[in-house]
């Protein structure tokens, strides 16, 4: 009995064992299913989900003063009030409303209060709901969702174009965009234009239909360019000396390193931070003694990045505008061997994802991105980063702009050119001023641009209290802002400006060194950056005579004498100014007007517009026309612009307008609103007069180093016959220029020659 008992329980103690030594295989083969640092994720989202589940987006928690509830901050004007309601709401204790203080007196006034949260989310779609009601609003209202990069926004939509007007009841809205890889924030609100009130409540985010506080955290992906920041703080290259041979060696490290930087797959994937690369390899170029020397190091700098396979061709039917320029890499000054290296990268195989550039969808434009700003230099030694500051701009115009074939110098020679110049920006000031001097090559037109483009963002900006215009080459006061700051000045409508702040206003226009307080001027206003007053000199009558003028903040309220949106000018004449107007007043309007015998349309008064002109199109136009193209920048090859299908404005109508159209346009209609005369130049009967638009298609931007910002057009705007607006604007039918007396004098001059036009 014994001997069997002992028996049974030595069966036992084996099976036992023998399932402890299986346990303890699979724990040591499988052991990293156990380590602790695999549930990192899981608590970190563990963390996560306890801050998402306290996210105050139904407006719950309120401990400010100022009734914002907590997390949430204030956008758009502070004309606007937005508080937390305890009266008028959907559920909870409040709803958020938002209203304007006074009565808005200018047509892009809005307020939107607005609360971020950080992009951690797995997910290809971020959605915003909300419930909004409205009461006496007059503009299209929208949920605002903004998903934002390591260098600004990466999708944006405000529904504005939807012409959302709301009810007096609560009712849902919604809007989805898609989640970019690399987003770092997301920025939820709500918008409400112009006059009235709109409440919101009950928000809700969802990444892919799921509630955020569902949804996976996603995996961080770091790029080894992340990785390198030796070179964050500056170059460490200080070149005193440089011989013609040095220029050229820095010429081809310049073109090499920009190729490169758009064009290899690895660049393009993130393995290396383009910046710190370049100041590896200068030293060792600046030192060669020739050019064998110099090609050898190159071409290793090149095997070391990694070999490339070519890419499938694909047989592609578009019209092509402008193709990359590589005609440079059959230099003689290149051996053939490192001629050979290049020319293989120029069809190798690329992914779709690319870490400095990125083509935002459904529209044209490239996107820079991951460029450090590189704040703080040290301009009198740090050669490095001025050279830098030379290379990103000139290969940003030589892969990147529209109109790189119209440039008048042969942008092909700049780079050679301005490396002496670079070189020797010792101080500031001397580099801001070489920036200009670089700048003003593809961008003729700079009266406002270049002031702005190097404005430093660092400090407060004011603003003169009246509006200029130029008469005859001269800077002409033509209008108030703030009337009472501007008689208190002494500044008088007509007067002649002639210098501000003791430098000729042909230097401003045309800058050729820059000071503090940084005067900019611009198509109708003067921008101060960093001053609360500008001495202006000032010819009047005859006489010179000098003021100085009190300026004040941009974001300041001033009281303006608000233009009506349309009018009467006889009953035979009606008025628009597309400015001021909204889509669900249109139809209104034009049906008061459909007998009139002429409308005049007037874009002279303002840069940024919705899209109300193009619906103003489908009243005048008994068909869809075409009105302009566009081209893009093939991303598989940087350098290479495609035209674009035109684009077609107006809709069936055969009750369209039958009366004579005069659109009114001077260099104060820039940007969108010269998409928007050719839209209207499209249709029948139209006839545009004035003076020369702007042109200052200045769409998308990039950082140069000291933490610079400066614009260009990047995508190449044309009437659908292919004629030019670049450096010409949009086609005027007949030149009418204002003139001095008749600003004084208080005329309209061009709206008294529309009017004549009309009833000829």
């Known amino acids: 009995m014994n001997a069997s008992f002992f028996r049974r329980q030595r069966t036992w103690v084996c099976i036992l064992l023998a399932g402890l030594v299986i346990i303890i295989v699979g724990a040591y083969f499988c052991g990293y299913r156990f380590k602790v640092e695999n549930y990192l994720p899981l608590l970190k989202s563990n963390t996560y989900r306890d801050t998402l589940s306290n996210l105050n987006l139904g407006f719950e928690n309120v401990s400010k003063p100022n009734g914002l509830p907590d997390g949430w901050v204030q956008w758009g004007n502070w004309s606007y009030d937005i508080q937390v309601d305890s009266l008028v709401k959907r559920s909870g204790k409040y ?109 809700q985010l969802l990444i892919d239909g799921k509630d955020i506080t569902e949804t996976p955290i996603k995996k961080t992906k770091t790029f080894k360019a992340e990785l390198d920041t ?328 001033f009281q303006r004498v608000k233009k009506p949106s349309h009018l009467f000018l006889s009953n035979e004449t009606g008025y628009i100014r597309p400015d001021s107007l909204s889509d669900d007043s249109l139809s209104n309007i034009m049906a008061s007007f459909m007998n009139t015998k002429g409308l005049i349309i007037d874009l002279r008064y303002f840069s940024v517009m919705d899209d109300t002109s193009f619906t103003l199109c489908s009243y005048l136009s008994p068909h869809p026309v075409d009105y302009v193209r566009f081209t893009r920048n093939d991303k598989s090859q940087p350098g290479t612009f495609i035209f674009m299908p035109a684009l077609k404005t107006g809709k069936e109508n055969r009750d369209n307008y039958k009366g004579k159209v005069v659109v009114l346009v001077n260099d104060a209609t820039v940007f969108k609103s010269e998409t928007y005369a050719m839209a209207l130049q499209a249709c029948p009967n139209v006839m545009v007069i004035g003076s020369a638009t702007s042109h200052i298609n200045q769409d998308n931007g990039f950082i140069l180093p000291g933490d610079f910002y400066t614009t260009m057009a990047s995508a190449g705007m044309y009437y659908p016959d292919g004629r030019e607006t670049n450096r010409v604007g949009v086609a005027v039918d007949m030149e009418v220029k204002p003139t001095i007396q008749g600003i004084i004098n208080g005329r309209d001059e061009l709206l008294e020659k529309a009017i004549e036009i009309i009833h000829q």
Not at 108 to 121: H, N
Not at 137 to 146: E, F, H, T
């Open 95 to 203: 709803a958020l409303r938002v209203e304007p203080k006074r009565e808005p007196t200018a047509a892009r006034e809005y307020g939107c209060p607005s609360f971020a949260i950080p992009a951690i989310f797995e997910g290809e779609n971020v959605t915003l709901k909300a419930f909004m009601r409205t009461e006496g609003v007059d503009r299209p209202i929208g949920l605002m969702l903004r998903i934002d990069g390591n260098d600004g926004s990466l999708q944006f939509d405000n529904m504005y174009r939807k012409g959302l007007m709301g009810t007096p009841e609560w009712e849902e809205y919604s809007v989805t965009l898609p989640l970019p890889v690399e987003a770092k924030m997301i920025y939820i609100g709500a918008i409400l234009w112009g006059k009235g009130k709109l409440w919101i409540d009950d928000i």
């Open 230 to 557: 030796v070179f964050d703080d500056g170059s460490k290259i200080d070149i005193r000396t440089y011989t013609p041979e040095m220029v050229t060696s820095l010429e081809l490290l310049g073109r090499i390193w920009g190729f490169l930087k758009y064009y290899h797959p690895a660049v393009a994937a993130g393995e290396y931070n383009w910046d710190a690369e370049l100041f590896r390899i200068m030293p060792a170029v600046i030192g060669t003694q020739n050019s064998d020397e110099r090609n050898k190091i190159l071409a290793e700098w090149i095997d070391r990045l990694g070999k490339v396979k070519p890419a499938k061709k694909a047989s592609v039917n578009q019209e092509v505008k402008m193709q990359p320029d590589f005609t440079w890499m059959d230099n003689p000054e290149i051996s053939k061997p490192l001629s050979k290296k290049l020319k293989a990268i120029i069809n190798a195989e690329r992914g779709d994802y690319h870490y400095y550039i990125d083509l935002l969808p459904n529209e044209n434009t490239p996107k820079f991105k991951n460029e450090k700003r590189y704040e703080k230099i040290d301009y009198y030694y740090d050669s490095g980063l001025r050279l830098l500051a030379l290379y990103r701009y000139w290969n940003i115009i030589q892969y990147f702009y529209p109109y790189r074939y119209s440039i008048e110098k042969e942008w092909d020679t700049v780079l050679y050119e301005f490396i002496p110049k670079f070189l020797d920006s010792y101080f500031a000031n001397y580099y801001k001023q070489t920036l200009i001097e670089l700048m003003k090559i593809p961008n003729e037109r700079m009266d406002f641009v270049s002031n702005i483009l190097l404005l430093d963002r660092t400090q407060s900006q004011t603003r003169a209290p009246f509006e200029i215009m130029m008469v005859d080459d001269k800077l002409v006061v033509k209008d108030y802002l703030d009337e009472q700051l501007s008689l208190k000045s002494g500044i008088r409508i007509g007067d002649i400006i002639v210098e501000i702040n003791k430098k000729p206003v042909e230097e401003i226009r045309r800058p050729t060194v820059v000071e503090s307080p940084f005067v900019a001027i611009g198509s109708s206003n003067l921008h101060l950056f960093n001053g609360e007053k500008i001495t202006v000199q000032v010819i009047r009558e005859g006489k010179t005579l000098v003021f100085d003028v009190d300026c004040y903040p941009l974001d300041k309220d």
